[in-house]
């Protein structure tokens, strides 16, 4: 028997092993797919993939149907586009590149009713179109609204506990290709060449 989707959030901080997937495809086929197929959540990436805000309410719509959470990885940590994709009825948002316990909070506030600062409405589809009050929404979505960090800066490294410990912010996600290529590209800053050769042309000292 399927699980609640909006018990996903639940689920992911009781421990519980969830298995999902990123959709890349911007259509609900391939979300309406995963949820068959019995997945617990998929990924909509607005960031990699040719989403646009109407494609991503397709897909939102499709998830719907087939009882699987869908989380959407955000293009821009802006207030406005988290709370475009919630209000659409994402369950959560994956938030690339968050590399400090302030834009965490900034990300967290932004998600948030209580103690947070999104903007409220009840008439897009995650107050079922005005079908739910001002107070049954607050309390729906701030129980279900899940937020993700994406960890892929090497700097992030250095307050990834001071991270993981802001109010909202509900799990971790280590972004390892960006990580990777970023600490690539630092080392060939600090890393002294063989046999004395030249380093290259974006090269700096180190301080």
């Known amino acids: 028997m399927k699980s609640d989707p909006s018990l996903f959030r639940q689920r992911l901080r009781a421990g519980e092993k969830l298995s999902g997937t990123f959709v890349k495809t911007p259509s609900g086929h391939a979300t309406e797919i995963f949820g068959d197929l019995g997945y ?8 990699h993939a040719p989403f646009d805000r109407l494609a991503i309410d397709q897909a939102l719509v499709s998830a719907r149907a087939a009882r699987i959470a869908a989380l959407v990885r955000v293009a821009s940590a802006s207030a ?30 932004a998600c948030r009713y209580k103690d947070g600062k999104r903007g409220f409405s009840n008439s897009p589809r995650a107050g079922r179109y005005g079908g739910l009050s001002l107070q049954q929404h607050v309390e729906h979505a701030d129980r279900i609204t899940t937020v993700v960090a994406q960890i892929e800066d090497p700097e992030a490294l250095d307050q990834i506990d001071a991270i993981a410990a802001v109010d909202g912010i509900d799990a971790l996600f280590i972004g390892r290709g960006d990580l990777a290529a970023a600490m690539r590209r630092r080392r060939q800053r600090f890393v002294p060449q063989p046999n004395g050769s030249a380093p290259p042309r974006n090269a700096r000292e180190s301080p």
């Open 40 to 47: 617990d959540f998929v990924v909509i990436d607005e960031e």
């Open 80 to 109: 406005s586009n988290l709370l475009s994709v919630l209000d659409a009825g994402a369950v959560g948002v994956l938030v690339p590149h968050v590399s400090s316990a302030q834009k965490a909070a900034n990300v967290a506030a």
